[in-house]
């Protein structure tokens, strides 16, 4: 089982200019969620859905979109990428928001 | 605001037991989480706490304690294997996980 899978591992990406980030699961979890990591701080949540169709904010939303056309995929879209994006970017699913959640292996992004 | 409170590093010898402490302030609970993370890797689950008490999972255990905001993780028959970064969260009124900055757990032989 593929679990949750990432694409791009990791990129270099030029201030201004725009990215998507792809995130696929194949548990057919209702919740999906992307997070960044960066050191010293804790996760936090960038977007959620709590089911196909549905999105919400969450703690650091500022430049970031995302969709939820159906159950599987959940991609994350960056604008207009600025150097304070650079992080490390999880994706992760849950059967509900009252479930633990499982991690993508994330993806590593610097703007320059 | 919402908080969660974990050591940055601890260290400990192989074979011996750890206890990594986690307390929180936040806005509503509704279960509390603890995930290991290896360098460069992903999280992954361990346990889950919602009610007062320990629950126990081979090597690992965790503890909670609602009234005082505390919980903790111990680790028994260290292996160097366990040389990870451990992840509190807890579920608030949202039902959204809010994330401690985690401890980096460094076992010695």
């Known amino acids: 089982t593929a679990g949750i899978t990432q694409a791009p591992t990791s990129q270099i990406l030029a201030a201004g200019r725009s990215m998507t980030l792809r995130c696929t699961q194949d548990m057919r979890h209702n919740a999906m969620y992307w997070y960044r990591q960066d050191l010293g701080l804790g996760l936090r949540l960038i977007h959620y859905s709590n089911t196909a169709g549905t999105t919400g904010k969450g703690e650091v939303p500022d430049g970031y979109s995302v969709s939820r056309a159906n159950t599987d995929d959940f991609p994350l879209t960056l604008a207009s990428a600025v150097p304070s994006q650079t992080s490390v970017y999880f994706c992760a699913s849950s059967d509900s928001d009252r479930g633990e959640q499982y991690f993508g292996p994330g993806t590593r992004l610097t703007v320059t | 605001g919402q908080n969660i409170d974990q050591p940055t590093e601890m260290t400990a010898t192989e074979g011996a037991i750890v206890q990594i402490n986690c307390t929180y302030q936040t806005s509503g609970f509704n279960g509390l989480f603890w995930y290991q993370q290896h360098a460069g890797e992903a999280p992954t689950f361990l346990s889950y706490?919602?009610l007062d008490g320990l629950e126990e999972k081979g090597r690992f255990s965790s503890f909670l304690s609602r009234s005082k905001g505390y919980s903790y993780l111990l680790l028994k028959e260290l292996q160097m294997k366990d040389s990870a970064s451990y992840l509190c969260a807890v579920r608030d009124s949202n039902y959204q996980l809010i994330w401690g900055a985690g401890t980096k757990l460094i076992i010695k032989p």
């Open positions: 706490n919602v």
